[in-house]
């Protein structure tokens, strides 16, 4: 037979926590609030919901919101850095002067390094 690990059966529980919560979101809203109104107040209890457990995770793995969001608005580093990319510089081997074209702009060197 096969057996669910350890690790299937805590993401089949954590699942089925979530999936029961919006549920359970869900049929109270229709049973207390009429209609136009439940439906409001359930996609209303569904953003708060994911709201609160991004911050749960987030919290987990040691990231706050008011650092992910706070960076955002900086203006000491440009967003492709912030993410990690930074793009390639080329050097003349030749005046070591950095340009993107195929020759030097200023020696009219193609021998170029990357730095």
């Not at 969001?69 to 030749?94: E, T």
Request: glycine share 10%.
């Amino acid at each position: 037979m096969n057996e669910i690990s350890d690790n299937n059966k805590h993401i089949l529980l954590y699942t089925l926590k979530w999936m029961s919560l919006y549920i359970a979101i869900g049929f109270l809203a229709a049973l207390l609030l009429p209609f136009p109104a439940s439906l409001i107040g359930a996609i209303g209890g569904f953003m708060l919901v994911n709201f609160l457990r991004t911050r749960l995770m987030l919290k987990k793995r040691g990231i706050s919101m008011r650092g992910l969001f706070g960076s955002l608005g900086s203006s000491d580093q440009s967003p492709a850095s912030m993410y990690g990319y930074n793009p390639i510089k080329y050097y003349c081997m030749s005046c070591g002067n950095e340009h993107k074209e195929i020759a030097c702009p200023k020696c009219g060197s193609k021998m170029k390094r990357v730095g």
